[in-house]
């Protein structure tokens, strides 16, 4: 089953926001203010340490801002894109964990997908 993840306030976010942002679409909702979240769950829980799942209704704020850190943190720990790139193909694809390989700038576009929400008080709301 799929998991598809919308940034929302009480309605849709403006998709003028996510403006260049490149992520995996959602299987119903392929515009830039949402994503498939089932493509990024795996690399979630490891950027958190499994403190954090895209598997709930709405991702509280806390959640989020903690996605954004990790998601920082990564560059800092890891900033020539090259050897990014070569953890993240051992790390996930290499290991067959999943089918999936993430590549630096998609981690990078999630990142930048993470702040425009936090920065405009939208929330991640799941839907599976």
């Known amino acids: 089953m799929g998991l598809d993840i919308y940034a ?3 309605k849709n976010a403006d998709p003028e926001l996510f403006a260049g942002i490149k992520l995996c679409g959602g299987e119903l909702h392929t515009d830039t203010t949402s ?3 089932k493509v990024y769950e795996s ?3 490891w950027m958190t340490g499994d403190e954090v ?3 709930q209704e709405v991702v509280p704020f806390d959640d989020l801002r903690k996605l954004a850190d990790q998601f920082a943190l990564f560059f800092t720990e890891n900033p020539d894109d090259t050897k990014a790139q070569e953890l993240l193909n051992e790390l996930f694809y290499n290991t ?3 089918d999936y390989a993430h590549t630096v700038d998609e981690v990078r576009n999630l990142l930048k997908f993470f702040n425009v929400c936090l920065n405009n ?3 991640l709301r799941g839907w599976w």
């Open 8 to 10: 929302m306030e009480t």
């Open 35 to 37: 994503f498939r979240g």
């Open 43 to 45: 690399l979630v829980q």
């Open 53 to 55: 799942t895209l598997y």
């Open 96 to 98: 067959k964990q999943i």
């Open 121 to 123: 008080n939208l929330h």
